[in-house]
C-alpha cells in the first residue's frame, strides 16, 4: 500500500472503511491520502458491508427519522418527521453524505463515539475530520463551490448541496486480520461474527506470503485471545517466521488517543 499527499483536481478518489479496526480511509489514483477514526453502527443495527456511492454532499442537513424501534430514544421524535438543521433533535450534524438505503456518513455527536458501535447503521466522523473530507472531496472533483461559501455554511443553518456528476465509490469492509506493511493486524471481532479463529489467521498469512511454519495452533490461539473490544494485537511478519510472534506482538489501543484528543467543536447556537 503506498500512502501519498493529497492533490486538488485529481478527480480518481474513494473511500474505504473497515468496521473492526474503525478506519475511514480516503485514497486518490490508487493511494492512501488520508484515514479517520469513526463510530459505526451498533450491533442490533450493523452498518452494511459491501459496496456503496456517494452522489451529494449535504451541509446542515434535515433529518427523517426511520421507522425504527431506535428512534423511540429520541425523545419527541417521529418517524418519518422532518428534523431542520436547526433542531436540537436533530443528530446528523453540520454535514451528511448519503450512502444510499439510508446509510449515511454524518457528523459524530461527540468524541466518545470513536471507535465505538454508537449508531442506527451509520459512520459517525468527528466534525474537523468531516470538514476535512468533504473539503478533499470538492477540491479533488474541482467542484464550483468556494471555500468562502462553505466557511459561511459552516456559520448558519442554511441547506447547501453539492452534487457529483461521478459517484465516489464507498467500499465497507469486515476485516478481523489484516497484513499490512510486514504487519500482522488482529482487530477485534465487533459483530461477532466468528472469524477470529486459527484457521482463518493461518489462511490470510500464508495468502500474504507469510511464513508460518513455526506458529502453530496453541500460538495462535493465545494470540487472537489477548484481543479485547478496545485492543488490537500487532506483530512484525518477520516476529512470527522466526517464532518470535508472543513475545514481539504488541498490544495496542484500536483508537489511539491523540485521534479523539482534540475536542469537538462546540455545537453552533440553536
Not at 492512501?32 to 443495527?45: L, P, Q, R, T
Not at 446542515?60 to 428534523?83: F, T
Not at 448519503?98 to 458501535?117: F, K, R
Request: a positive charge.
Amino acid at each position: 500500500i503506498e500512502s501519498a499527499e493529497f492533490e486538488p483536481n485529481q478527480p480518481d478518489i474513494r473511500l474505504t472503511l473497515n468496521v473492526p479496526s474503525f478506519r475511514l480511509t480516503l485514497w486518490q489514483n490508487g493511494k492512501e491520502v488520508k484515514s479517520y477514526y469513526v463510530g459505526v453502527g451498533m450491533k442490533d443495527y450493523p452498518i452494511y458491508i459491501g459496496e456503496r456511492e456517494a452522489t451529494e454532499i449535504i451541509w446542515n442537513p434535515a433529518w427523517i427519522p426511520p421507522a425504527s424501534d431506535w428512534v423511540s430514544s429520541h425523545k419527541g421524535v417521529k418517524p418519518g418527521e422532518v428534523i431542520k438543521a436547526s433542531d436540537a433533535r436533530n443528530p446528523l450534524g453540520k454535514v451528511k453524505i448519503p450512502l444510499g438505503d439510508s446509510y449515511l456518513i454524518h457528523q459524530a455527536a461527540s468524541t466518545s463515539d470513536v471507535g465505538n458501535l454508537v449508531s442506527h447503521g451509520c459512520v459517525r466522523v468527528l466534525r474537523s475530520d468531516l470538514y476535512d473530507l468533504t473539503e478533499k472531496i470538492i477540491a479533488a472533483r474541482s467542484l464550483p463551490i468556494s471555500a468562502k461559501r462553505i466557511e459561511a455554511t459552516k456559520r448558519s443553518f442554511k441547506t447547501l448541496y453539492a452534487h457529483l456528476d461521478e459517484p465516489l465509490p464507498v467500499e465497507i469492509n469486515y476485516d478481523t486480520l489484516v497484513v499490512e506493511g510486514g504487519v500482522l493486524h488482529i482487530y477485534p471481532d465487533v459483530y461477532n461474527r466468528g472469524l477470529n479463529r486459527p484457521a482463518r489467521l493461518r489462511a490470510e498469512l500464508v495468502t500474504s506470503h507469510v511464513n508460518v511454519s513455526q506458529l502453530d495452533d496453541a500460538t495462535m490461539k493465545r494470540m487472537l485471545s489477548q484481543v479485547t473490544r478496545k485492543t488490537q494485537l500487532v506483530v512484525d511478519t518477520r516476529s512470527i517466521e522466526e517464532g518470535r510472534a508472543l513475545e514481539e506482538a504488541q498490544l495496542l489501543p484500536l483508537v489511539p488517543k491523540k485521534a479523539v484528543g482534540r475536542k469537538q467543536n462546540p455545537p453552533s447556537p440553536r
